[in-house]
């Protein structure tokens, strides 16, 4: 079955530190792979999206993404975060496919910032 | 381009009753796929819609249904609500031959 974990339930860090969460998947095959952000009451919004080539990714607000199929992993990394960066933040998985538009979720990551 | 709108934004219905949920997408996309936002169950997909016809099904029961219209905005109605049927319920568009999808503010429906 078609899965997405993302390990961290709640992470905690620093105005200015660096930023690193994690997603594994488990799919048939290599799956487009996304990451997405939601601020409270919000929707979704596409911060950066993995289909093939370079594996390492650059998204929007200073975010990047590293796909390592070795370990089916697609983490999300920022250097240095700010205080807005707080949300949660969901990768998403789905196949190569032509029309078959299905996203597969994880079950997301909140991250606060400390002052 | 204006975003995926939805309405309402908010909606609180009894046990039993029905609901429909409305979604605009993206001026030119023609893909629309709803999700059900849950605490307890997370992100998961019910249905998408291309060109008028449901071309992708989640595993959710047959009182979920929906509809697309020639102009690529879709409806998704409930019926004989649930408890259990309490979400944010969330439409993202997408464009032909593009996976991205784009995602609305959502419709959080409560059901007493």
């Known amino acids: 079955a078609q899965s997405v974990t993302q390990p961290d339930i709640h992470i905690t860090v620093s105005e200015g530190a660096s930023l690193e969460l994690r997603c594994n998947y488990s799919?048939?095959?290599?799956?487009?792979l996304f990451w997405y952000v939601q601020s409270p009451g919000q929707g979704l919004q596409l911060l950066l999206k993995y289909f093939s080539g370079d594996t390492l990714v650059q998204g929007i607000k200073g975010f990047e993404a590293e796909f390592k199929r070795s370990q089916s992993s697609f983490n999300l990394r920022k250097p240095s975060v700010h205080w807005s960066d707080a949300a949660e933040y969901f990768c998403a998985v789905g196949p190569k496919i032509q029309g078959a538009q299905k996203l597969v979720f994880g079950q997301g990551t909140r991250l606060t910032i400390n002052p | 381009k204006a975003g995926v709108t939805q309405t309402p934004r908010y909606l609180i219905k009894t046990r039993g009753q029905q609901v429909t949920l409305s979604c605009s997408p993206i001026s030119g996309h023609r893909s629309v796929s709803w999700y059900q936002q849950t605490p307890g169950q997370g992100l998961q997909f019910l249905f998408e819609?291309?060109?008028?016809?449901?071309?992708n099904k989640g595993n959710f029961p047959g009182r979920f249904s929906g509809r697309q219209f020639s102009n690529s905005r879709s409806e998704m109605n409930v019926s004989t609500l649930e408890l259990g049927d309490s979400a944010l319920y969330l439409c993202?568009?997408?464009?032909?031959?593009?996976?991205?999808?784009?995602f609305g503010p959502g419709t959080r429906l409560t059901v007493t």
């Open positions: 993202a568009s997408a464009s032909d031959g593009y996976y991205e999808q784009y």
């Open positions: 799919y048939g095959a290599t799956p487009y």
């Open positions: 819609y291309f060109s008028e016809t449901q071309r």
